[in-house]
């Protein structure tokens, strides 16, 4: 008897004396073809530069705050401070069942005495609970960002040492700023470059604690970054705010002021739509949470204190806002369908099928 694998080899012995010349001419041709397309190089080195600014700019976006840098409504702050650390955990593409179970089980987490109600107390505790999470990441995130700008490691990163490696990610040499700078030479950068190194500046004096050195310690570099972390820099940020929303130039906001961030021309319905929502929910926050004292004006203090990621009192607020939202049957608690329900607030995903789900996952 022949095994059938014998029989086969025999049948393709002619055959397999040219796999290795087959092999030689195909590895011939690949390496043509490699040799032939040229290395994307420059696309690696933008890649590694804008990896390298992103770790040394200040970021646009903090989470955990109710405006951002530029004055505009932080869109995603209800998801941020419920979320937490699990802010991206609920993707569109996710299964919906383990999406709606993980849902559930926040819901039991916040619900401390397990009475399948939210209170506005639970979540106040929540809200704090998840704003202190993104704080301990920012923390975690700057340390990382101060070793890779304090080359020699004491501790201490000095303004032209910080101006060496932002002029690096713009794709200067490192080594010819160095070099201009301690010569004192005029360095050469376009109008933008030298416009943000200026704002830069303002911003490493206001980290720099008295006495004021212009070395920025690892702590006080995480206040330039994230200024949610330092009394200080919170109150610099609602001042450059202010004085971008202020027309009359009184240091404080009225409600045209704050309302009429422009958001560009609008040219269609939908545009007109945008500008329509844009002037009706910032006209919500100025009357409902920003002016305390409903007086029709927003000092710096008040946005102070509105901006204050870890402000008890507005975590409260905020806690009875997101609970009215959800809160149909207006019993000012938050239970399991009403949550799954406006899942698309609390998480930033529509999950289908609520009110049968909400007894599968419980």
């Known amino acids: 008897m022949v095994w059938p694998w014998v029989a086969m080899a025999s049948r393709w012995g002619p055959l397999v004396g040219l796999a290795p010349c087959c092999l030689w001419l195909l590895g011939a041709v690949l390496l043509m073809d490699a040799s032939a397309r040229p290395a994307n190089h420059s696309s690696t080195r933008e890649r590694a530069a804008h990896r390298e600014e992103s770790e040394i700019l200040p970021p646009d976006h903090l989470n955990g705050v109710k405006l951002e840098m530029d004055g505009h409504l932080n869109r995603g702050f209800h998801q941020e401070v419920f979320l937490g650390k699990d802010l991206g955990g609920f993707d569109e593409d996710a299964e919906p069942r383990r999406s709606r179970r993980k849902l559930m089980v926040i819901f039991?987490?916040?619900d401390v005495n397990t009475?399948?109600?939210?209170?506005?107390k639970e979540m106040q505790r929540w809200i704090m609970e998840k704003t202190a999470e993104h704080f301990q990441e920012a923390m975690e995130e700057s340390k990382t960002h101060f070793r890779a700008v304090d080359p020699d490691g004491d501790g201490h990163v000095s303004w032209d040492e910080y101006k060496v490696k932002f002029l690096a990610s713009k794709g200067h040499s490192e080594k010819e700023v160095a070099d201009a700078i301690r010569l004192n030479e005029e360095l050469k950068v376009d109008e933008e470059t030298q416009e943000v190194l200026e704002n830069l500046k303002d911003r490493w004096y206001q980290a720099d604690s008295p006495p004021a050195d212009l070395l920025l310690t690892e702590e006080e570099f995480l206040s330039f970054l994230h200024p949610e972390h330092s009394r200080g820099m919170l109150r610099f940020m609602v001042k450059e705010i202010v004085r971008d929303l202020d027309q009359?130039?009184?240091?404080?906001?009225s409600l045209p002021e704050f309302i009429s961030l422009p958001v560009g021309t609008v040219e269609?319905?939908?545009g007109q739509d945008i500008d329509d929502n844009w002037v009706k929910d910032r006209k919500k926050e100025f009357e409902e949470l920003i002016d305390s004292n409903h007086d029709g004006i927003v000092t710096a203090e008040e946005l102070e204190s509105y901006m204050d990621p870890m402000n008890e009192y507005n975590a409260?607020?905020?806690?009875?806002q997101m609970i009215a939202v959800a809160d149909e049957n207006q019993n000012h608690h938050l239970e399991p369908e009403e949550v799954l329900k406006y899942s698309e607030f609390f998480t930033g995903s529509k999950l289908v099928d609520y009110a049968r789900s909400v007894h599968e996952e419980f």
């Open 268 to 270: 269609n319905q939908q």
């Open 316 to 320: 409260l607020n905020e806690a009875k």
């Open 108 to 110: 039991s987490k916040v």
């Open 248 to 253: 009359d130039g009184d240091k404080q906001l």
């Open 115 to 120: 009475d399948r109600k939210i209170s506005a």
